[in-house]
């Protein structure tokens, strides 16, 4: 008898897990259960859509070697299914020499990752890329492109019943148990799956850490939600950028900082910035969840990383409070659109993990727990790598027996 397998979550990570086990194991049985009514409710369609090609990552890392190999799958895929992929391109624009000398780093890092046609500009061959973003060299990467994530995942979705799969909606996982290598699926509202699984995958996302943790494993690294904010510019100025434009990340802040992306609709938004959110699921920024803040704020690890990025928070505050001050920020590399006017768009909320000492896990962390397989940490890139992700766990972390 083939195995049955069960998958926590219905984002884009999950649903891709669910339709790698059928491509690769196609008699097993398949079941994904998720919380919301819909699929692709929380970061799989609250986040900029673009397709990373892997410029920042460290040589080696699971981050790395999965963008490289998820971006190609992303691109494949949509061609395959007819979803819109705008290769808009990007350029990482340095402002002075110091910024000059990061650049060089991040672009020694692309070469080794094998990002397709990365090269250097200057300053006139920026303009010949976006004539009216300003910089003293950049870092350009024709292939970086945009998607729809959303869009994505929902077709995922329409594949897996295709496929012999199942996806269960309105169920809320509070925990899971093991016993004699059968896995027990544990509701929130306090029933109990009735078939016991072979193995599980959790894809919980925001989530991801406590339910990893009722389940039995490390307590660490806990999520830490920060929230993203995205405005889109004035339609009549949406030209000014042809692509995604970013700044060179400063080592001395945690991220990356407010920067011009278009979108696969055509609109052109700025953003993000990143600050804590009052809830691991308040997109709208008007609510916020009293466990969650508890959570945070009894978090040795979040008081270490404020008073280590306390400058960070204050850049960030400014960006949050006075919407003058996040154009003006974008501004500095497209001079022209210092005064545009700008409407919220998109609010995403990053599921980052966060050690006791206050650090921020930088790489993938996917951890096999018995018969259970838990997504620790996916961010950024992790949409991107999300068919990558899946061919890694499925391959290469859990072990198939057959029955």
């Not at 999965?66 to 190609?72: K, Q």
């Not at 594949?159 to 899971?176: A, D, S, Y």
Request: hydrophobic residues 40%; neutral net charge.
């Amino acid at each position: 008898m083939n195995q049955h397998y069960a998958i926590i979550g219905g984002g884009i990570n999950g649903l891709s897990v669910a339709r790698q086990l059928l491509l690769d194991f196609p008699d097993s049985k398949v079941t994904v259960f998720e919380k919301e009514s819909q699929v692709a409710q929380h970061q799989s369609s609250h986040n900029s859509g673009v397709v990373h090609a892997g410029l920042y990552y460290e040589p080696g890392s699971l981050k790395a070697r999965l963008c490289r190999r998820g971006a190609e799958l992303i691109k494949q895929y949509c061609l395959a299914h007819d979803i819109a992929y705008d290769e808009c391109g990007k350029v990482v624009v340095a402002l002075n020499a110091a910024e000059e000398a990061r650049l060089e780093k991040i672009y020694q890092k692309s070469l080794a990752n094998n990002v397709p046609d990365v090269r250097m500009l200057n300053a006139e061959e920026i303009r010949a890329v976006e004539p009216h973003c300003i910089g003293t060299k950049a870092l350009y990467s024709p292939r970086t492109a945009i998607v729809s994530y959303g869009d994505i995942a929902i077709k995922i979705a329409e594949e897996i019943p295709q496929k012999g799969g199942t996806i269960i909606l309105g169920k809320k996982v509070l925990r899971l148990t093991e016993h004699n290598k059968k896995v027990i699926i544990h509701f929130a509202d306090g029933s109990q799956h009735d078939i016991h699984f072979d193995q599980v995958i959790t894809c919980a996302g925001l989530q991801s850490d406590r339910l990893a943790a009722h389940s039995g494993d490390i307590e660490t690294p806990k999520i830490v939600p920060f929230f993203g904010q995205y405005y889109v510019i004035d339609d009549a100025y949406k030209a000014h950028v042809k692509g995604l434009i970013y700044p060179v990340p400063d080592p001395n802040y945690p991220f990356l900082g407010v920067h011009f992306t278009k979108r696969i609709d055509g609109q052109m938004t700025i953003g993000p910035n990143a600050f804590i959110s009052f809830g691991r699921e308040n997109y709208s920024g008007k609510d916020y969840n009293l466990s969650d803040i508890y959570d945070v704020l009894t978090y040795q690890g979040f008081w270490r990383f404020s008073s280590n990025n306390m400058p960070a928070a204050v850049r960030e505050l400014r960006t949050v409070l006075s919407q003058t001050n996040f154009v003006e920020q974008a501004a500095k590399y497209v001079p022209a659109l210092a005064k545009v006017a700008v409407s919220p768009a998109t609010r995403g909320i990053r599921a980052q993990a966060m050690e006791t000492d206050g650090s921020l896990v930088d790489d993938f962390v996917i951890r096999k727990q018995g018969n259970i397989t838990h997504i620790r940490n996916a961010p950024s890139p992790g949409a991107t790598s999300s068919l990558a992700i899946a061919e890694y766990i499925v391959r290469e972390v859990m072990t198939h027996v057959s029955l």
